[in-house]
């Protein structure tokens, strides 16, 4: 293990020099908000426009910023992604406001500051709104003091942090201008006035009435990341950004939220008891899906200034947003208590630091966070260990105002998430050079499948966007009943194939140039890619080493650490590691299903070995015969790689997963990639990190070894409560991502959340994170059918949503005859309902155990909002569109269609529907549709002459076609990499791909919703 | 006074004994240093792995002495260890090597907790027979 990267160690010693070797003052970088034209980012905290530059901004009167700005660097020409910033939405919540305002604070009023507030003397200084940092930032930036020169930080705005999706020439300096104001003033006056232009950000569910920043920027790019949350409640019509009295206009928006929740049954008399902690008869409601989208909860602390800085819902989340006070209240709700994370999310907006000591705690090595207290200027109590530790002296400057003094003005204080550029102590080794392996399958199955042509052009044609530096390595294996090697020597003329057929005992068969430099050997890459389709076309060789070949690979790879690629198309059947099928197609449909375990420990050991020399194993798995997932999932499970499945893939008849696979291939070949990484959780001490979730080996009690990182990865982790936790005020989560970034950089990505503590059970049960809840009851089931079967987990699922509704009907004064569950949990029963009829865990229903075991894998893996669609896929009427609602995004009206049930009795054959199921969006047609709406949007003449398969809209001139193509684009900018579009006619024989998906209704073997809901009132006493 | 068979296995289990009170506090020790964090995962489970299966055969070895001997009480006490022995064996995670501990699942706070509490446990267990071996050494020599 000796080559494993260091995640710690004496930080905090002065004299280790600057990676970079730049001196004193701590150099400070921020690129997120340049402009691409070195204009200074203003920080001012008043309404007037910073500079003239910044028009889009100045309009941000009251901006919701309760905190100063941060250092906001400028920017170098050199940035070259276009991109955007969001303004730090993604950390700071400004909606908070919006949603706190109509209620009276009880917090805020309660006896002052609380002690352990992270608001000393520092903080109430510029609390006061005083002009001390104001003076000084303005200034200093107008006179080009701060020339680059003066930061080496801009160094960092190159193209490696740009590659980030920093933001790009043109984008206002959103951040820099929001000013701050003591928070106390947004409870008196209402939600704030002027917003900064951004992108519909998930606190736009708030901002119903508000002068709408989603008109702002006509150059938003597509967003990746934004989740469906950020749908919720958006259907204001965008409001001139005026100032309107602000209290007519929250009114405003207090109507119409309430109309708009007229679809919901919730919506008795008014805004209070939406927010209130209202109760919801289960069984009197029949419309429970709230229409446009399930509410992000939100966690609101004591300390009001520091709800501001919070982590992102999408990246990091706990199942309570209130900790309970002790183990036994905890035991006493039945809730799960776990944190869900998705650590290396593509950010649109992300702070970097490079400083020569980052600080952190010298016991527990926590990195100093928003949520720390500031015991004087000199010293900072740690948050999870309560250690008080001394400010090294560079933390006292502000590289914002070229001031010392005030270290919460630091970028580490103001900021959730932050990154860090790593000096040399936290590497054993120089930064690893990204190394890429491909491992392709060629025996005749696989031919017959016709991938290889499809990934060797998709290869081709994103081979320039690889992420990589100069050093960037590639290399070719396939194997079948041999393994080939590619000899691709820059000095060769062309590719030279080597063959080793002795299996048992792998060899490579030339020490050096079958892993090249990409750059210098391209051309023999480019030639190898085309060669290679051609090659294996009529191959008949019916076998398959992988073993052998991950062998061969793992001995190429080992020195350097990279990823392995491997694309299956059938089940591995000679050689080391050989399977041999294990399903029963004929208990398919069974009551408990065997071989949900690996058969062998060949690819687990395989795994843990790549692991420790820092090498992923990622998974295309193409067949459409049984290849032993379970098995061959091992391989990527212990070494943090990924998986994808493309059942039955082929080229000709399977045009979906063509679609499926190409887009999946794009996104996986092109996104953002960490090597030889770790992550370390912390949390506050009283908690203890129980089990792990998601494709990693857990090298200790804290520690994940990544050998790679992806976006798209997911982690669960369940927490449990060792002592009483009355003494403190909020609890932490810290997660520290330690990786490798694909230009060479040793980088440090730190989350924090800050939660507070709840003492009673009602609490804790109305705090509760319905969707969070069942990512990781999910997830929980799966080990659960791993280790017991899935009867087992079926039967825990639905005992959670038993004992979850009981606890509350306890916690209720008088006991009312129906079955109530909290507002915040009314989705529970929902959902655990449509987890009972997923792939994963359907009983009575055939399901081929690839599938099944795929579909487990992915619930330990998908990011929280990839998980709920899905379990529960958004499904949209779209037959009827119009712009009553509509958001619009730069000249793009996008429509809102509401969600509606996904039950049998919503689809109508007159109607169309978009069904959202992460990957795929199913558009279905029903068949006495009206025969304008084929016309207008499909551009057929008839229902009849619909075509078979379709994959994308025609681009019609009309405004039917234009309202669905905008809501389509929006929501495919919701997701890291596009959907596939797949028509079906209500005559199809595809038809079944839609209805196994309306979850809601009864089947054979399966409850309704509805009988569900009855079984569950039976068993709560 | 006599140095029947049942003495011997006495005095051989004794000895055996002895070395498995070795064996339980090297496992105690051992999911020890993995809750602290002294060691990694993959090392521990390495070292643990060898030693299971012998410390199951010398458990099993002198428990057939003792059969032979026609030390039924012995026997009886013995016995429900020996079955969770076999229990345990017959329920380990999917590997090629001999051994119980699998690198992957071993630092959930479940499994460590519960091989640590198996650790503890086997301890008295070991210790207290050792006493009750000596006592029964003692007996089987003098009587007759």
Known sequence: MASQPPVQYNLMSPSIPNATGTSQPPLLQRPITSNGIGQPSAGSRFPVPATSNSVPVSATTNSQWARPPVSSQFAPSTMSQPSFTAAGHQQCNPAIFGQDSPRPVLETQSSGRPPSSSSGPPLNNYQSGQPIINGNLGPPLANGVRTPTAYSGVNYATPATSSMGYSSPGVPPQYASQNFMPPQLHYGSGPPMGRPAGPPVPQQQYSTGYPSYSSASGQLPPISGIHTQQLSYPAAPVLPNAPVNQFQNFNSSIDKMASQMNTMSVTQTGFDKIWGHENVDLLQVRNILPAQGVETPRIRLRQEHLNNVHCSMDIFRCTLTKIPETNSILQKSRLPLGVLIHPFKDLTQLPVIQCQTIVRCRSCRTYINPFVYFVDQRRWKCNLCFRVNDLPDEFQYDPMSNSYGDPTRRPEIKNATIEFIAPAEYMLRPPQPPVYLYLLDVSHVAAETGYLKLFCDVLLEELEKIPGDSRTQIGFITYASSVQFYNLAENLNQPHQLVVSDIEDIFLPCPNDLLVNLNESKRLVIELLEQLPLRFNNTADCNSALGAALQAAYKMVSPTGGRITVFQASLPNIGPGALKPREDPNQRAAKDVPNLNAATDFFKKFALDCSGQQVAVDLFLLGGQYMDIASLSCASKFSGGCMYHFPSFHYVHNLPQVERLEHSLRRYLTRKIGFESVMRIRCTHGLSIHTFHGNFFVRSTDLLSLPNINPDAGFGLQVSIDENLSEVQNICFQAALLYTSSKGERRIRVHTMCLPIASTVADVIQSADQQCIVGLLAKMAVDRSLHSSISDARDAIVNVCVDVLSAYKATMSSAPSGLYAPSNLRLLPLYLAALLKSVAFRTGQSTRLDDRVFAMNQLKVLPLSQLILSVYPDMYAIHNLHDQGAISQGEMVIPQPPRIHLSAEMVDSTGAYLLDTGDVIYLYVGRNIHPAFIENVLGSSSFQSLPEQMFELPELETAESERLRNFLVHLQNQRPYPAVLQLIREDSQIRHLFSSHLVDGRTESSLSYYEFLQHLKNQIK | ?144
């Not at chain 2, 699998?102 to 959930?108: H, K, Y």
């Open chain 2, 1 to 144: 006074m006599a140095f029947t068979f049942a003495a011997f296995s006495y005095i051989c289990a004794l000895v055996l004994d002895a070395f498995l009170i070795f064996f339980s506090i090297f496992h105690i020790i051992a999911f020890d240093e993995l809750k602290t964090d002294y060691k990694n995962p993959i090392d521990q489970c390495s070292s643990l792995n060898p030693l299971v299966l012998p410390e199951y055969f010398i458990h099993i070895f002198f428990n057939l002495m003792f059969l032979f001997a026609g030390e039924w009480f012995t026997l009886m006490f013995n016995i429900p260890l020996i079955a969770y022995h076999i229990h345990r064996y017959l329920n380990r995670p999917v590997m090629t090597g001999a051994g119980l501990y699998d690198p992957t699942n071993i630092m959930n706070q479940d499994v460590l907790s519960k091989c640590q509490r198996e650790g503890w446990i086997k301890l008295a267990f070991y210790l207290l027979s050792f006493f009750f071996y000596l006592y029964g050494m003692i007996r089987s020599l003098i009587s007759s």
